[in-house]
């Protein structure tokens, strides 16, 4: 939808205020997926959908109604629903009026090529993949994934444009491309994956080759016992540990609520003196949105400054609490939830995740890490398992692969041990660096 | 409306489907959550819209859209045949569909009390007495607590000629107390984590006693506190039924998906250690222990007259006295297990996402007993209620889940509460260790409504019914061991 089209939409839902207030909030476009398995295309999608959601407030008291009806009938029904919401709801003592117009810093974050790009061409470049596989034995599994606008997965679609009755208006456009590939052999796995705003930037065969590599390279892994070792983590399992991190401690309604590991600690040391943490939408690997959900523009936050806790995210709501200003890190409101964090940036070195292998005598080189979950939220310690390519390595060389591991280890911890770092990426929506890790806990095993 | 989906169909026909299906969806949702006595989220959603799938030349294609006019109808076809042409470029073997006789039926989920009627000043207060007996007890930090009713009516067509309106409604809600000091977060929640939802109406909110059990949940939260941590080691653990049903969620109703065993599913949520070679060979547990699929549970979130292939709910067993029996499958897949008739379980999360095998109800059946029983028969174990997190491997054998509470058990009574309780271990060790089922008197149709699955992610909703049972010698205290 473009800037002319979503303000007219917009513009309809936040008319009528007659001395209420009211946010109108537009999200979608289109989202394409091309899905393959055992050598070929399995599922093959294709989605096109705006969600609009209107919030109306009578003075402290506010309601919500959202649909994808976009017609004037469509928006007049939501803004009716939500203003008989609003009178019902008991007033909220510190609901904020909404804010007045901003500046924002402009993102290119769209390619017209990626926008386009059909089904047609996602095939071949899931035809390139499948053959390398198909030729080292081996099967493929994976998706590219191409979009416009601000569909994510599960459906959830964060903002394209805002508007409220104060006058704000905030729009912002993007794309997104990205390719995940496994390629299997029995319980043998290896994974690669890109991202990018730009499909062009994606290269299939490339991604097929790596993966078929890990693959080959994870056939008969040997067995070593659980423990602590050293380990390397390359950037997608960094990405996962830090992205939950994330959730549950950086912003500033956790540490309010004391449920952070940062509450009672800003401006001490949390963690080794070469961790910096950030979030910045405006980094050139992340081209995110320059707004929040209030349309708040953005800030570039400093969280963690070689080691110092330094400053959760904001949102409108805690900054007023702590007498600070919003960073534009808030969800719609009102939410339980607090700012969230959703640009990570985590600061790395120079080299490649080969120069930290190098570094170690004996040890662990883990490609991914699947399904962690918190077990202890204020020292982070996430459970999860390595997944898609666990090696040992001795002597500074990988030397095999080795039998799945569940971990039990506080993240905080481990971004205390952090020996070196590779150059960053962006993987899993973080942009991070791969790192060694002195010690990580592998608590037990598995059956492959 | 359903104009629409004909056209659809017609449309994707002609340019040259072999199978066509379309689903024309109308879904309503109302959510109310209360956080320490406000208000936290008060909000109706609506959405519509049609999806299309086809086969062409043997091979998968799917549009949706939500521009329910003549014109976005029949491009949302073409879209999704051009979509089917594409994959049909790079395919192994063409699709071949179980037959499945043509069904026209209209079918709606039992319901007393529509929920959309009852008025919102009704709900919140009910919130508000909750969120007031939560906040009564000194020491609670959070209180959160929310209702949540959803509606969808579908209007199923296929190029067979089904022609199948379905209308499924469930209720539900739930709430937590969280209590904070120094480095603890401690949690429970009523009356179970994630929240308790049926496919009724608003009889079953009020079956369900919110706002007397309140003071008792903010009590444990805050007695967990002081409590001792629990030990780590192994020992007989005894399962509440909440946290038994997320066990069968994950360590049988996931590893028995069709597509996941198939490989369909290996990149992002991986495969299953139940390949095709286990069904009728693997002992997967102990002759205690049978798990029932069944879509047409009364009340369950997953039970309805048909699924989103058109195919009739159906009950089966997946393990029975202990033996692996049996998947969860679709039309495409029936055949890789000799079967010529799909089990029914394909489901999607509304009109924007395709189809794919879901699992549907799933069930502990009842052994005998109840819960007092069993643990007088428990010289020494851990009795853990109400989860708090999980984790399970890529082939579905190591698993981990962390509780909000437990008790220790010592001839046959509880002693001491403990906090931080987790306990791992491997899926048919694990259901191979069960001894002690309880039966009917404590078995109770839980939830879970935030299964994620699929790529684009998809989250759908079923029961799991459970009574407590016991397991023998699990690995307890995992991620608060001293090492």
């Not at chain 1, 899931?126 to 994510?152: D, L, P």
């Not at chain 2, 139940?274 to 029932?292: I, M, Y």
Request: proline content about 5%.
């Amino acid at each position: 939808m473009t800037r002319a089209e979503a303000q007219a939409v917009l513009e309809q839902a936040v008319s009528r205020a007659s001395g209420r207030e009211i946010e109108a909030v537009l999200g979608g476009g289109t989202a394409e997926l091309t899905r393959f398995a055992n050598n070929e295309i399995t599922q093959n999608v294709s989605e096109r959908r705006y969600v609009l959601s209107i919030r109306v407030a009578r003075g402290r008291k506010t309601g919500r109604a959202t649909g994808n009806d976009l017609s004037r009938e469509g928006i007049a029904r939501l803004q009716a629903q939500a203003d008989a919401a609003a009178a019902l709801s008991p007033e909220i003592p510190d609901l904020l009026p909404v804010p007045a117009p901003q500046t924002y810093r402009t993102v290119d974050g769209t390619d017209p090529e990626t926008a386009s790009l059909g089904p047609d061409a996602r095939a071949r470049e899931v035809a390139r993949a499948v053959a390398i596989c198909r030729a080292a034995g081996v099967n493929a599994a994976g998706i590219y994934e191409t979009g416009a606008g601000t569909i994510g997965d599960y459906g959830v679609v964060s903002p394209l444009a805002i508007a409220n009755s104060a006058g704000l208006f905030a729009y912002h456009q993007s794309t997104d491309a990205s390719f995940r590939i496994s390629a299997m052999d029995g319980t043998a796995s290896g994974w690669a994956g890109a991202e990018s705003h730009r499909a062009g930037d994606i290269d299939g065969g490339a991604l097929a080759d790596r993966a078929v590599g890990k693959c080959v390279g994870s056939r008969a892994p040997a067995s070593w016992e659980p423990g602590r070792y050293t380990v390397v983590l390359e950037p997608a399992a960094v990405a996962d540990l830090i992205q939950d991190m994330s959730w549950i401690s950086l912003g500033a309604l956790a540490v309010q609520e004391g449920r952070s590991f940062l509450s009672g600690r800003i401006g001490t040391r949390v963690m080794g003196e070469n961790v910096t943490l950030r979030d910045d939408p405006y980094h050139p690997l992340h081209r995110g949105c320059p707004f929040d959900a209030e349309g708040v523009p953005t800030r570039p936050v400093t969280i963690i400054e070689r080691g110092m806790a330094v400053s959760p995210v904001y949102d409108r709501q805690t900054a007023a609490k702590d007498g600070v200003e919003s960073t534009g890190h808030g969800l719609p409101v009102p939410n339980p939830i607090g700012p969230l964090a959703t640009s990570l940036v985590l600061e790395g070195g120079e080299g490649e995740v080969e120069d930290l292998i190098a570094g170690v005598e004996r040890g662990l080189l883990v490609t991914r890490v699947w399904y962690t979950n918190v077990v202890d939220p204020m020292t982070v310690t996430l459970t999860g398992m390595t997944r898609d390519g666990l090696f040992a390595i001795e002597g500074g060389k990988v030397t095999g692969a080795v039998r799945n591991f569940r971990f039990n280890q506080s993240i905080v911890q481990m971004l205390h041990e952090v020996e070196a770092m590779s150059r960053v990426q962006r993987i899993e929506g973080v942009v991070c660096p791969g790192l060694r890790i002195r010690s990580f806990h592998m608590s037990s095993g598995t059956e492959f | 409306m359903s104009d629409l989906a004909r056209l659809a169909l017609d449309e994707a026909t002609r340019r040259g489907a072999g199978y066509a299906d379309a689903r024309l969806l109308d879904q309503n949702r109302e959510d109310l959550l209360v956080k320490n006595g406000q208000v936290a989220s008060l909000e109706q959603t609506e959405s519509r819209g049609l999806g299309v799938r086809v086969l062409v030349n043997g091979a998968w294609g799917y549009a949706a859209t939500d521009e329910l006019t003549k014109d976005g109808a029949a491009a949302c076809a073409a879209r999704a045949v051009a979509i089917g042409r594409a994959s049909a470029s790079v395919l192994a073997k063409p699709v071949r569909l179980a037959p499945e006789p043509p069904q026209t039926a209209v079918w709606s989920s039992p319901c007393a009390v529509d929920p959309f009627t009852v008025p919102l000043e009704r709900k919140l207060d009910l919130l508000l007495a909750v969120d007031a007996g939560l906040r009564g007890v000194r020491g609670v930090t959070i209180a959160e607590s929310g209702l949540t009713f959803v509606r969808k009516r579908q209007r199923f067509l296929s190029s067979e000629g089904s022609d199948i309106d379905q209308t499924i409604l469930r209720s539900g809600g739930g709430y937590s107390a969280t209590a904070v000091a120094g480095n603890e977060v401690q949690r429970r929640s009523f009356p179970q984590a994630e929240g308790y939802h049926q496919t009724r109406g608003w009889e079953f909110i009020e079956s369900v006693p919110w706002v007397a059990e309140a003071p008792r949940i903010a009590e444990e939260a805050v007695a967990l506190l002081r409590a001792d941590q629990c030990p780590h080691g192994e020992f007989d653990v005894i399962l509440e039924g909440s946290q038994l049903a997320l066990q069968i969620h994950e360590s049988v109703g996931h590893p028995t998906e069709l597509d996941r065993v198939l490989g369909m599913e290996a990149n992002y949520a991986g495969t299953s250690f139940l390949t095709l070679d286990k069904k009728g060979t693997l002992r997967f547990g102990s002759p205690k222990v049978n798990l029932v699929a069944d879509a047409t549970l009364p009340d369950g979130l997953a039970t309805f007259a048909f699924d989103d292939e058109g195919v009739a709910a159906q009950r089966w067993h997946i393990v029975r006295d202990g033996m692996f029996e049996g998947y969860l499958t679709s039309r495409e897949l029936a055949h890789t297990v000799g079967d010529n008739r799909s089990r029914g379980c394909v489901r999607a999360d509304g009109w924007n996402h395709i189809p794919m095998i879901r699992m549907v109800n799933l069930s502990l059946m009842p052994g005998a007993g109840s819960l007092d029983d069993l643990l007088g028969d428990t010289d020494h174990g851990i009795y853990m209620e109400t989860n708090r997190s999980w984790s399970i491997d890529q082939l579905r054998y190591n698993f981990q889940f962390k509780t909000e509470i437990a008790w220790e058990v010592k001839r046959g009574k509880r002693i001491r509460m403990l906090k931080n309780p987790t306990y791992q271990g491997i899926t048919p060790q694990f259901w191979n260790s069960c001894d002690f089922v309880c039966g009917t008197e404590a078995w109770r149709p839980w939830s879970v409504v935030n299964c994620g699955k699929g790529q684009p992610g998809q989250v759908a909703e079923m029961t799991h019914g459970a009574a407590p049972a016991r397991f023998r010698a699990v690995k307890v205290g995992a991620g608060y061991e001293d090492d």
